[in-house]
């Protein structure tokens, strides 16, 4: 038996005990979708960081730098950034008003049944986009790995992960994502230590080789470390402006990723949920500075050969490993390997834990049954059932889109979504006493609907680069505008809403104190 296989099956099989032991204590609701409120402030810092970490991140991104150089190093800028508006914005709001999913929030002060259908709906396309991302990652991982093909090896993560959020619930998620996270560091740090190794422990060679390295193919050459390589003048007129439409989506998207936002309902209290953001931002702050080491380092030190495919083209996500097996060998290149694993595993099923829970708690309960008394358990029922059918929709749409898609570019997408139709509602509905019910359908069906469209005629999208209608591949920088502005025409242009308004200082007061909010002790 390899050693890739070993380890492999070792990281499987822990996580199976760890969705073991937290089956047994699946013992209601409150325990399912939010782990009873038991995760303490830098186990939850963890698990953000491990979600947040994803098969986009530790592949994707280095494949982006190793062949764009400056601009691929623009996708770790705005992933760490991003992280500020989720602490000053809607970290504490979120946790003292909510209950379990996004749509808590909005429907605390609005009239609960539309918004939570839309913001329903949202969730399962941003959650869908990004979980597209990490099976594409997952495929091209395992084949190398345990040389199983790409579409049997996307169907395999799917089981997995359909087993630890049926079974485990938020409990197993979370810890799958503390042991990832812990791993994924250990692997960086070993990962930037060779590559400065290999120059001689010194930035000034380091960064000398980088400016000499031709991965972008340009002609006459050009530096790595110059911007342009990707979003510049080869881009054609608009490239710039894709730059800026990426960096919109990545540094204001976060903030409205459900699976990101349900991680503090996770969390006793307010406080602890703002601790958890300071220990998820040190974290993923650290790794994204050795994602610099891991894309630069293979364009200094690997042929290129070696990082295209078979057609060749470049093949962006699975440069990080790539390297390992040559700076490390056979057991660091399982290493690395079985660590992308897990962090595309437990990415996954944070995904589908949240979309699950925002379905079964948001539509089902709230919409279908108007927040009634229903059978116990029902709504634990239906998130598993939701579970299994974002499960398959996912695997086919990334068998169907195949393992060249860079996993980067898809979530990029997804945070442009996030950003477009959930941030609006969000800021608008704590910060604005004025926003009704109407407002936060408008913004978020307007955001969604024009963040899709805008996506399918993009280069990338259903025409292509040459028939392409849309001339950005990031729609954020017309998309975001547009949520924001549909959000307030539909309040300006309907009736007040009075009990909106005078829940408002009820909500602004709960938001920042936690007078009233859930806490673990009632559970």
């Not at 406080?271 to 790794?287: E, Y």
């Not at 695997?395 to 941030?423: D, H, K, Q, R, T």
Request: net charge positive; glycine share 10%.
């Amino acid at each position: 038996m390899s050693t890739s296989l070993i380890m492999f099956l070792a990281f499987v099989g822990l996580t199976l005990l760890i969705t073991f032991w937290a089956a047994k204590k699946n013992t209601g609701a409150s325990a399912y979708f939010a782990a009873g409120r038991s995760i303490t402030g830098w186990q939850n810092g963890l698990a953000v960081a491990g979600d947040y970490m994803s098969a986009a991140s530790f592949l994707g991104i280095s494949g982006m730098i190793c062949f764009s150089g400056y601009d691929g190093f623009m996708y770790s800028v705005g992933f760490l950034v991003a992280y500020i508006t989720v602490l000053l914005v809607v970290a504490e709001p979120l946790r003292n008003a909510g209950k379990y999913t996004m749509a808590d929030l909005l429907a605390y002060r609005l009239k609960p049944r539309p918004v939570r259908a839309l913001a329903s709906l949202s969730t399962l396309v941003v959650s869908t986009f990004y979980m597209i991302a990490q099976m594409v990652g997952a495929g091209a991982v395992i084949k190398e790995l345990i040389h199983i093909e790409f579409a049997p090896a996307v169907i395999g993560v799917g089981i997995l992960m359909l087993v630890y959020v049926v079974f485990g619930g938020m409990l197993a998620t979370t810890w799958v994502q503390i042991i990832k996270a812990l791993l994924l560091m250990v692997g960086a740090l070993l990962l930037s230590y060779l590559v400065l190794q290999h120059h001689g422990f010194s930035f000034a060679n380091f960064f000398e080789a980088v400016s000499k390295a031709d991965y972008a193919g340009t002609a006459p050459p050009k530096n790595l470390l110059e911007p342009g390589l990707k979003y510049g003048a080869a881009a054609g007129a608009w490239g710039h402006i894709d730059l800026i439409s990426l960096c919109l989506g990545l540094v204001l998207g976060t903030a409205g990723l459900p699976h990101i936002l349900v991680r503090f309902y996770t969390v006793p209290d307010a406080k602890t949920a703002r601790s958890s953001v300071v220990w998820a931002m040190a974290i993923i702050g650290l790794f994204y500075i050795m994602t610099t080491f891991f894309g630069f380092g293979a364009a200094t030190i690997l042929e290129k050969a070696k990082i295209l495919t078979a057609a060749g083209k470049p093949n962006t996500n699975m440069v990080a490993p790539i390297l390992a097996q040559h700076l490390g060998g056979e057991l660091f290149f399982a290493f690395i390997s079985a660590v992308a694993f897990a962090t595309i595993l437990a990415v996954v099923a944070g995904l589908t834990m949240s979309a699950s829970a925002s379905f079964a708690h948001d539509f089902y309960t709230n919409v279908i049954h108007h927040d009634k008394e229903h059978r116990p358990g029902d709504e634990i029922r239906v998130a598993r059932i939701t579970a299994f059918v974002v499960g398959a929709a996912s695997i086919g749409l990334a068998i169907y889109l195949g393992p060249s898609v860079n996993a980067a570019f898809l979530v990029g997408l997804a945070f442009s979504v996030a950003a477009s139709a959930n941030l609006p509602v969000i800021v608008l509905s704590v910060f604005w006493k004025r926003f009704n019910t109407t407002g936060a359908v408008a913004g978020l069906g307007g955001g969604l609907i024009v963040s899709i469209v805008l996506i399918l005629l993009s280069p990338n999208g259903m025409f292509g680069k040459e028939g392409a209608i849309f001339p950005l591949e990031n729609p954020g920088i017309v998309s975001i505008p547009i949520g924001f502005l549909a959000a307030w025409l539909g309040t300006i242009l309907t009736a007040r809403d009075p009990q909106a308004e005078s829940k408002f200082i009820e909500l602004k007061v709960r938001a920042h104190t936690g007078l009233g909010a859930e806490k673990a002790t009632a559970h």
